[in-house]
Structures are given as C-alpha cells and as structure tokens.
C-alpha cells in the first residue's frame, strides 16, 4: 500500500519512498547520527519526546527506537498524521508551530525535533519562540533546516545544478541565522555541525565522496566539502 497526502506539499514523498526497504535505508543513515549527538546531552531519566512536522512518521519511529522515548508527533495536516499512525506507535496531535498555544502540558517534553520544518515558516523565530514553553529545564531540541552556503546557491545552475523543486522552502538561510535567532529566543547551541549527505550540484557530490573515500577524511567536518552537505543541525537546550 502506497499512500501520500497530497495537501501536505512541504513533504514531497510517499509511503513507499520512506517505509520501503531502500527508504529505511536512507533514513537510517540520515537519523541515526544525529540521534547519537543527541544522546550525548539527553538526561538519563528522559521519558518523553515530541518531533514537530512528522512527514510520515519515519523520525518518531527511530526515535523511540534508539532512544527509548515515548515518541509523540505534531502535525498541521490530518492526513499526515492518519498516515503516520498507521507506521508509528505514538501519540500525535493536530497542531502549528504558529500557534500561541500547543495541545500539552508546559514543560512536558524531554527532547523535541524539528527536522525540515522552520524553512516552510514565514516567521521562523516562532519555532524558537514557541518550543521552550514545552521543552523541561534540562531538556534538549534538535533542529535541523537546509544549509544555505555557496553550493545551495550553484542548485540553479544549468546542467549541473540540483533544482530545490520544494515551493514551500521560503526560509532558506545561512547557519549564522539560524544561530542567531537560538541565541535571541534563550537557547544555548550544545553542537551545530552541516551533515546528512552532500548533494546540491550533480557529478560534484559524487566526486567529492571518492575523495573523501580516497583520503580518509570526514565530509561533515572537513572545510569546503562540507559546505555540500544537505543540512544545518543544531542541538539546544535552554540558557
């Protein structure tokens, strides 16, 4: 059964692309080493985890499985959250990051994800705004959004560039915003680092792999390479 929610078009995919075999696969190696960072800071005694902007599923499902968490979900759209229920084990709830009020306690959560969501947002600062009224002293967000340096720029080249065919994508920024406005909203940035897998520009991603292969070095730390990678990411906890 194949299923996608065709009014959801910040998430252009399907249940096939993310649940098949192959889909599990690219998830895996796009989630597990950010939840490994993750640990690092998480409280022992955490209990509960909220990720914001679902897709279907997939990052709750990872989450409570490498974390232990008990994995809840909030979504603006009602068949994404249908759809994400029938993977995934965990309470979500109809709900926008722009809204005043979210549907749970104050300080209720113990780590919250936001992953490829805040570039969708005409306010972006609302997500940091909004978040630490739900977020526990010692808890921690991972927030992760698409990383705007010289080779994003090069995806509207002709022949070589990988055009961003994602309409939604209106906030697309460089790291300093997004660190900028942590530190304006009361969060102390634990780690931020570009990551995920190098894209942007086709041949040159490919061939700056084999180069990586070749010499032993690691894409997501190395100056330059790293400006390919798909992400920026950061881990938060408040000041």
């Keep these: 059964m194949n299923l996608q929610d065709s009014d959801n078009l910040t998430f252009l995919s399907d249940t096939d692309k993310v649940y098949s075999e192959e889909g599990q696969r690219f998830h895996r190696e796009k989630y597990l080493p950010k939840l490994e960072r993750v640990k690092k800071h998480l409280q022992p005694d955490a209990l509960r985890s909220l990720d914001i902007g679902i897709g279907y599923g997939s990052f709750m499902r990872f989450t409570k499985q490498e974390l232990g968490l008990e994995p809840h979900g909030l979504d603006p759209y ?25 549907p749970y306690p104050k300080e209720h959560f113990d780590f919250i994800s936001c992953l490829d969501v805040t570039e969708h947002l005409e306010d972006p600062s609302l997500f940091y705004k909004n978040v630490k009224n739900y977020l ?21 080249w002709p022949l070589i560039g990988i055009p961003d065919r994602n309409t939604t994508h209106i906030n697309v920024h460089p790291p300093l ?5 942590a530190k304006e909203n009361g969060f102390e940035i634990l780690e931020s680092w570009k990551g995920e897998h190098l894209t942007h520009v086709k041949y040159v991603s490919g061939a700056l792999r084999r180069l990586c292969n070749a010499l032993g070095v690691d894409p997501v730390t190395t100056p330059l390479i790293n400006s390919f990678q798909q992400a920026y990411n950061q881990i938060l906890r408040l000041a």
Excluded: C, H
């Excluded at 993977?87 to 926008?96: H, S």
């Excluded at 526990?136 to 509207?156: A, H, K, Q």
């Design 136 to 156: 526990n002293s010692d808890g921690i967000v991972l927030m992760t959004t698409p990383l705007r340096e010289f080779p994003y720029e090069m995806r509207s």
């Design 78 to 102: 009602s068949k994404s959250i249908e759809i994400a229920k029938y993977y995934v084990d965990a309470q979500i709830n109809f709900g926008r990051i722009e809204d005043d009020l979210w």
């Design 177 to 181: 915003f997004w660190d900028r406005l």
